[in-house]
T-cell receptor, first 112, second 111 residues
Framework: SAVISQKPSRDICQRGTSLTIQCQVD?????MFWYRQQPGQSLTLIAT?????????ESGFVIDKFPISRPNLTFSTLTVSNMSPEDSSIYLC?????????FGPGTRLTVT | GENVEQHPSTLSVQEGDSAVIKCTYS??????FPWYKQELGKGPQLIID?????GEKKDQRIAVTLNKTAKHFSLHITETQPEDSAVYFC??????????FGPGTRLSVLP
């Protein structure tokens, strides 16, 4: 299995600012993903973080709002840009090994 | 595309009783079905999975069954304990690609 860590675990940010979330996997993985989870809701895929190329975004999510980097096979970042209160959520990093997909502990973001 | 439904949305059981959560999927090509447990303030944890070439899989107190014909799969927890209280998510995918998650079931185990 893959062990995933995220930083920060939580943050409170001002409207209009940006926050970068870091994700570190303890082993090389082929695929990494970023999800958003609203309180009491299921998991919504934001994008697939592609190593060495631009991320692949799901419908409703755009690169200008959620720029993603993946410089190598164990690390990725998600930036939430120009934040508004609607961006308050839990952001989860995920990694896939073979068929199995694992999740990090999440970053709880509150925008005031 | 794939659609995954999950029932019930909430479930309360007495400690020691069994709990069953059921999911249905729409794409007959889906062949990998994991279950995740998410405790408060934590990320989802993979607890058990099943592939389409088997009908049942067990791991201590938890088991998963799959009915490919009816396109549904279920999580069974026996001898429930308070630490089983969490939100459980099912998912379906094709060869580990394009995971689609169910809406979740909040399980409460009452002492």
């Amino acid at each position: 299995s893959a062990v995933i860590s995220q930083k920060p675990s939580r943050d409170i940010c001002q409207r209009g600012t940006s926050l970068t979330i870091q994700c570190q996997v303890d082993s090389q993985v082929t695929m990494m993903f970023w999800y958003r989870q609203q309180p009491g809701q299921s998991l919504t895929l934001i994008a697939t973080a592609n190593q060495g190329s631009e991320a692949t975004y799901e419908s409703g999510f755009v690169i200008d709002k959620f720029p993603i980097s993946r410089p190598n096979l164990t690390f990725s970042t998600l930036t939430v840009s120009n934040m508004s209160p609607e961006d308050s959520s839990i952001y989860l990093c995920s990694a896939r090994q073979s068929d199995e997909q694992y999740f990090g502990p999440g970053t709880r973001l509150t925008v005031t | 595309g794939e659609n995954v439904e999950q029932h019930p949305s909430t479930l309360s059981v007495q400690e020691g009783d069994s709990a069953v959560i059921k999911c249905t999927y729409s794409d007959s090509a889906s062949n990998y079905f994991p279950w995740y447990k998410q405790e408060l303030g934590k990320g989802p944890q993979l607890i058990i999975d099943i592939r389409s070439n088997v009908g049942e899989k067990k791991d201590q107190r938890i088991a998963v069954t799959l009915n490919k014909t009816a396109k549904h799969f279920s999580l069974h927890i026996t001898e429930t304990q308070p630490e089983d209280s969490a939100v459980y998510f099912c998912a379906a995918s094709i060869h580990g690609q394009n995971f689609v998650f169910g809406p979740g079931t909040r399980l409460s185990v009452l002492p």
